[in-house]
């Protein structure tokens, strides 16, 4: 068996990872954080950024200008029957990205998001999924790209009760114990994550603050102190 990661230090995958070093250095990222405070973002180039934060009513960025669209987390189901206005916006924005052939990265709320634009649906997971658990990238027929810079297999952070189906003709990456669906890549420029490849001390006491989901009494909820 694939060995895992040993700590949550060694799945600290920068920004820089995940895009393999496609973005370049005069490129600019529309980074769009509806969880709590902004979430770090660690992209280490030169490239130009935009944080938008639609759940405050700011305006949509310009799609066109951009060369990659980072969606995030928010402390709200897309099962909920009522969703904010903002999110029908923020789908809306995705396809468009998505059809000017962007590059596209979703990441837990962000990625379902992505995968609905995509034409998947999103459904509640089988238990929720809360702290530090390892994900392994899934036997797939078909060739991911992405599977060239990502490892094997490694602890990832979680914040999630609900997941998204794997897009048509989308590539599935990773599942774990206890969500089958943790990332895929659509083409050779758009990646959805359920798992958090952002999160850092600061990031993960925002969601403590935003969200009780940690409350949940399962063997896949890490408590407070964990």
Same mark, same amino acid.
């Given at each position: 068996?694939?060995?895992?990661?040993?700590s949550p230090?060694?799945?600290?995958?920068?920004? @820089?990872?995940v895009?393999?070093?496609?973005?370049?250095?005069?490129? $600019?990222?529309?980074?769009i954080? @509806?969880?709590?405070?902004? !979430?770090? *973002?660690?992209?280490?180039?030169?490239a130009?950024?935009?944080? !938008?934060r639609?759940d405050?009513g700011?305006?949509?960025p310009? $799609?066109?200008a951009?060369?990659?669209?980072?969606t995030?987390?928010? %402390?709200?189901?897309l099962?909920?029957?009522?969703v904010?206005? +903002?999110?029908?916006?923020?789908?809306?924005?995705?396809?468009?990205a $998505?059809?000017?052939?962007?590059?596209?990265?979703? $990441? *837990?709320?962000?990625?379902?998001?992505?995968?609905?634009?995509?034409?998947a649906?999103?459904?509640?997971n @089988?238990a929720?999924e809360?702290? +530090?658990? %390892? !994900?392994r990238?899934?036997a797939?027929?078909?060739g991911?790209?992405?599977f060239?810079?990502? %490892? @094997?297999?490694?602890?990832? &952070?979680?914040w999630?009760?609900?997941?998204? /189906?794997?897009? %048509?003709?989308?590539?599935?990456?990773? #599942?774990?114990? !206890? *969500?089958?669906?943790q990332? &895929?890549?659509?083409?050779?420029?758009?990646? #959805?994550?359920?798992?958090?490849?952002?999160?850092?001390?600061?990031?993960?006491?925002? &969601?403590?603050l935003a969200?009780?989901?940690?409350?949940?009494?399962?063997?896949?909820?890490?408590?407070?102190? /964990?």
């Amino acid at each position: 068996p694939t060995e895992v990661a040993k700590s949550p230090a060694q799945a600290a995958y920068s920004t @820089d990872r995940v895009l393999g070093g496609h973005l370049g250095d005069e490129g $600019v990222v529309v980074h769009i954080c @509806d969880f709590g405070e902004d !979430v770090s *973002c660690r992209h280490q180039g030169h490239a130009k950024r935009e944080h !938008v934060r639609l759940d405050r009513g700011e305006a949509l960025p310009k $799609v066109a200008a951009c060369d990659l669209l980072l969606t995030f987390g928010a %402390p709200i189901s897309l099962l909920e029957q009522r969703v904010p206005g +903002w999110v029908e916006q923020e789908k809306e924005l995705i396809e468009l990205a $998505v059809d000017q052939q962007k590059m596209v990265i979703g $990441v *837990c709320f962000g990625a379902q998001l992505l995968a609905i634009a995509l034409g998947a649906r999103v459904k509640r997971n @089988d238990a929720p999924e809360v702290g +530090w658990h %390892p !994900v392994r990238k899934v036997a797939s027929k078909q060739g991911a790209s992405a599977f060239n810079s990502l %490892p @094997d297999s490694f602890y990832a &952070f979680h914040w999630h009760q609900n997941t998204f /189906e794997t897009p %048509p003709d989308a590539v599935p990456l990773y #599942g774990s114990r !206890v *969500c089958q669906n943790q990332a &895929f890549q659509y083409g050779d420029r758009i990646l #959805g994550f359920q798992f958090h490849f952002e999160a850092d001390e600061r990031t993960i006491r925002n &969601f403590l603050l935003a969200s009780k989901l940690w409350r949940n009494k399962s063997d896949s909820v890490q408590d407070k102190e /964990e």
